[in-house]
């Protein structure tokens, strides 16, 4: 079968494209920044300050070290009330999860999804104000 140089240029768009989709597994990182939380959510819960410290970003849980205190004692601290996830929004290497009374904020590492900011609540005039922030 002969197949003329425009059919030809369009099996190789339609190829790219294709490669390119199968590539940006979008469900994939919504689920992926879902279990991220949920696992923070549940070492919060259950008081597990060490696992609550592991699931932050580096900076994140270095801004938690004060006053002699470690990032596992303070983050059992701060009154962090978890809740179901509402929604998940991810751009590249930042995503969003909105739970049902606070916003956290996400960062992509090469061993997966951390929390870059945690409790935080958008302001009315301004950014959001987060208990947790690297």
């Given at each position: 079968?002969?197949?003329?140089?425009?059919?030809?240029?369009?099996?190789?768009?339609?190829a790219i494209?294709?490669?390119?989709?199968?590539?940006c597994?979008?469900?994939?990182d919504?689920d992926d920044?879902?279990?991220a939380?949920?696992?923070f959510?549940?070492?919060v819960?259950e008081?597990?300050g060490?696992?609550?410290?592991?699931?932050?970003?580096p900076k994140?849980?270095?801004?938690?070290?004060s006053?002699?205190?470690?990032?596992?004692?303070?983050?059992?601290?701060?009154?962090?009330?978890?809740?179901?996830?509402?929604?998940v929004?991810?751009?590249?290497?930042?995503?969003?999860?909105?739970?049902?009374?606070?916003?956290?904020f996400?960062?992509?590492?090469?061993?997966?999804?951390?929390?870059?900011?945690?409790?935080?609540?958008?302001?009315?005039?301004?950014?959001?104000?987060?208990e947790?922030?690297?």
């Amino acid at each position: 079968m002969i197949v003329n140089a425009q059919v030809w240029r369009g099996l190789i768009v339609a190829a790219i494209v294709l490669g390119v989709s199968a590539g940006c597994d979008r469900a994939g990182d919504d689920d992926d920044v879902r279990t991220a939380v949920q696992n923070f959510e549940s070492s919060v819960r259950e008081h597990d300050g060490a696992a609550a410290c592991r699931a932050l970003s580096p900076k994140a849980a270095e801004s938690l070290e004060s006053g002699g205190k470690d990032c596992a004692a303070q983050i059992t601290d701060l009154g962090l009330r978890p809740g179901g996830i509402a929604a998940v929004q991810v751009w590249g290497e930042r995503a969003q999860a909105r739970l049902s009374d606070q916003t956290v904020f996400l960062v992509r590492f090469p061993d997966g999804w951390k929390i870059a900011a945690a409790g935080c609540q958008r302001e009315p005039e301004g950014p959001y104000d987060c208990e947790v922030q690297a």
